[in-house]
């Protein structure tokens, strides 16, 4: 399997440092990231809490001053360079963090030219930058998912937390987009591969992700409503099983 390579591009101005443990862990699951560079004026002190963690995760400080009040050199500096990147031809992808809107162009522009583009930032994100990327990834759900493994470790020793998660609730739109999806790739039975259902999800809502809804897979998401019906099937070629699914009132 041939790994790629990605470049991470963080606007430092706008994605808080307490995330990055989470967020470089995320960005390893699709690829290798060969270029780590994060921009902002150094020379503030709200970019005070990135510096300590820079050099523990090889990221790369790009100086920019901010030469005009109320203009965001910062967010000119990220694109100049992301441009640079592409034409260099070096990299597979970009990973594009930060929750502003200003990069919306920049997101679309990298698609057409054919890489791919996952975005990461905050759920204030605008959804014109969501759907700009091939995917987008909340980062208040990688905080989550390592919440939800403590709590799970304290459960298993007899204790109990009732604080209260960040996820957002399975509404019937959800379910609806969900059976939609299933009906879209279907094959004569009614029946339809769970890989091809998650791929299409991704195509239809980037921003789409189980873990938004509290599950770390889709299978569990699904299983969690009656509306769907999950089939287990062995594979011939492997020793991992295909999961299958439809939708109830298909039967």
């Known amino acids: 399997m041939i790994e790629r390579n990605l470049a991470v591009l963080i606007d430092g101005d706008n994605i808080p440092s307490a995330y990055i443990k989470e967020m470089m862990e995320e960005i390893a699951k ?21 510096k300590a963690v820079l050099l523990e995760n090889a990221i790369n400080p790009i100086q920019q001053y901010g030469y005009t009040q109320g203009k965001n050199a910062t967010d000119s500096a990220m694109i100049i360079d992301a ?7 070096r990299v597979d992808g970009f990973c594009l963090v930060s929750s502003d809107s200003d990069f919306t162009r920049l997101a679309t522009r990298l698609r057409e030219a054919g890489k791919n583009v996952i975005g990461i930032g905050e759920k204030k994100t605008p959804d014109p930058f969501i759907v700009a990327c091939d995917r ?21 020793k007899g204790s109990r937390s009732n604080k209260k998660k960040n996820v957002d609730k399975v509404t019937p ?9 299933i009906s879209d790739v279907t094959d004569e039975d009614g ?3 769970l890989g091809d259902v998650g791929s299409l999800l991704q195509k239809k809502q980037p921003n789409f992700d189980s873990r938004n809804y509290g599950f770390q897979k889709l299978t569990p998401l699904i299983n969690s409503s009656d509306e769907f019906e999950i089939e287990s099937r062995t594979n011939q070629n492997s020793k991992f099983k295909l999961i299958y699914v439809r939708n109830r009132d298909e039967n």
Not at 137 to 151: A, F, P, S, W
Not at 175 to 181: A, D, E, G, M, V
């Open 30 to 50: 699709y690829g290798n990231p060969t270029v780590k560079r994060i921009y902002g004026d150094w020379t503030k002190p709200h970019l005070a809490k990135w």
């Open 83 to 89: 441009m640079d990147i592409l034409y260099s031809d």
């Open 136 to 156: 987008f990834i909340y980062l208040e759900i990688l905080k989550n998912t390592d919440e939800q493994e403590t709590e799970s470790e304290n459960n298993k």
């Open 173 to 181: 739109k959800v379910i609806k987009l969900i059976k939609q999806t």
């Open 191 to 193: 029946w339809a591969f």
